[in-house]
């Protein structure tokens, strides 16, 4: 995700920078840097780790420097290493850039430039960016226009924010699908990626929409399209205190992160769908996955990870039989590392882990790759343990996730997931070009109908403000949906710590029905047509023994009509790519429970983030 800031006025910018850098580190955390304008040159500190230890570097250099650029960084291409931290510069160090984003079109581009003579010194997607500005500003040396043809030639998500030797008075920045803010202050000007960076020098700000520019000077800041054309907008006056501003307006960093799904499955997808040039979606791409050609002979593939990622798991069998028809074993990375686990060689061994650092799962990993198996991981964080010593990574790109209870490393673990059943479909040759670009373009619409769901989120608050109280909660789904049901109830124990369970539903009456009375809560997660009528029969029995009934589901017809006391309805989706969905309103149900039962969801009572010990 990354932050970005940036510094025009008549103070010490060094630490100024630095200082707006300690607001967004919960950006990124994995490197940071700064470019100086001193005297006529752009100076760069930049190292990995995390900014105590650019601070440390820097702390015996005297720099005289009233504006400039800096980063913190949140890995996505190219681990975290001294070279590939932000800023990065041309090759004669006369421009400096920061990004947070994506240049999904980069791979295309770095090739274009090698070719061209350019020498690269990061494996970052963002270097690609200031050669490019380099290369037009060689044209007229109007940096202004040699930054608006660069932008013209990216794709993807991007905040900027660049720095010219040859125009000392001015830092331009633009943005597009990243956060920008302009800080307006007297005699100095700011920006960066979110607005608690800022709270020290200003509460007036523009806030950028899409693809607008801004220049900052020490005393002005002029605003532009990406043609050009100048743009006038009104200030906003900041109102949150530094607290709020942290978490976007959002009370608590679980909330936030629930919102941000829509765009974390957009950053996750996006660079991986391939298009031809009818903008058609045809092919799924994995940047580092090199084992396509393990996919046709395998017979088996082994999934391990723990707790939530483990659900995501269980979601990925479903899917990986369905579309691709192999055979696909789960397991709980404590339990699979202590059993002797028969694997073959041929095997195709995933592990899933936000962190990358989760002690058993490493421990399955270097089991698995004991055995002579490739292993696939699938992880939200650059360089992590796991990231290094797999065979193969696919990254998350659902940037930090500080809440202790994961919610959008799910729904980016399972969308990461499903690409490569998708993939390994296409492979395998179990499903056709046109079944291919169906579920891709199907994948396109889930972000739009995640932010469908989330705008509905008052009626979950309003059901949870009834039901905080019960004494037990059971989920219930068939298929797909039991995957579901596993994680929504570990969410809900987790933050609100109500007592709650899950169940395939047709268990229910092989035991666990014993448990229901008019104590109890059953949450049916209900996506799949073929199954409303078994299901509606579970949801029948449950209630008739005094059971409230909510259903979550996509129906249409009236399928749960007088089985339910609730139906909270999601939009229609096909059942392979449901869980996606079903997932958002149980989330949102654990949150809204939590805080009606006084507690922080932030930081539920004896949970770590990274469970790093057995
Ligand atoms: C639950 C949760 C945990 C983690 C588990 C694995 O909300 O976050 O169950 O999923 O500890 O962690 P990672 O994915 O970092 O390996």
Redesign the pocket.
Known sequence: MCGIVGYVGNKNATQVLINALKKLEYRGYDSAGIAVLEGEDILVRKCKGALKFLEEKIANETIKSSMGIGHTRWATHGEPSDENSHPHTNMDGTISIVHNGIIENYAALKADLQNQGVVFKSQTDTEVIVHLIDKEYKQDKDIFQAVIRTLHKLEGSYALGVLCKDYPDRIICARKESPLVVGLGKGENFIASDVPALLEHTRDVYYLDEKEIAVLYIDHVSLFDFEGNKIVKQPSHVEWDMDAAEKGGYPHFMIKEINEQPKACKDTMRPRIIKDGNGKATDVYFEENSIDVSWKKTKRVVIT?????YHAGIVAKYAFEKLARIKVDVDVASEFRYRDPILDKDDIFIV???????VD?LSALRLAKKEGLKVIAITNCVGSTVSREADDVIYTLAGPEIA???TK?YTTQVLCLLLLAIKAGKLRGTLSEEDVSKLLSELEEIPGKIEEILKEQEVIQKFASMQFNKEKVFFIGRQFDSATALESA??LK?VSYMHSEAFAAGELKHGPIALIDDKALVVAIASEPKLYEKIGSNMVEVKSRGATVLVITPDNSGAFDGKTDEIFKIPECSSTLVSLLTIIPAQLFAYYCAIQRGFDPDKPRNLA???TVE
């Open positions: 990870a723990c707790g939530t990622a899933i882990s936000q962190s990358g650092e989760t799962t202790v209870a994961s490393a570990l969410k987790e983030k990274s469970v």
